[in-house]
């Protein structure tokens, strides 16, 4: 499965972006899809994941919940995160992510195989 990350850029605090993220090469309802994100210096951290079909609740990191969305369109193989609100500590580069981690690893960097190749959010206050 290779994933094409894109929309990232610069934003004023309290703007919104949405990132997208176009999935090929494998059967795209059949992964999990998630966002995480690494800002400099920093670990990779979760920010979001979706489920095979959509349809079980989506779960967030404590730091985006209400701020932003995560969607998938199987039909398209394409998964979107919109970001409102942003704040400054949203910079980072994005990236998305497809596999098959159990619940209890849904957050984890290693439950994920395949990696997009990251797009760029900076915040500025």
Known sequence: VQLQASGGGSAQAG??????CAASGGTFRDYRMGWFRQAQGKEREFVAVIDLSGSRPTIYAD?????????????????????????????????CAAGRPILSNMRAVGGYTYWGQGTQVTVSS
Do not use: C, H, W
């Open 15 to 20: 703007a919104s972006l949405q990132l997208s």
């Open 63 to 95: 730091s985006v919940k209400g701020r932003f969305t995560i969607s998938r369109n199987n039909a398209r193989g394409a998964v979107l995160l919109q970001m409102n609100s942003l704040k400054p500590e949203d910079t980072a580069v994005y990236y």
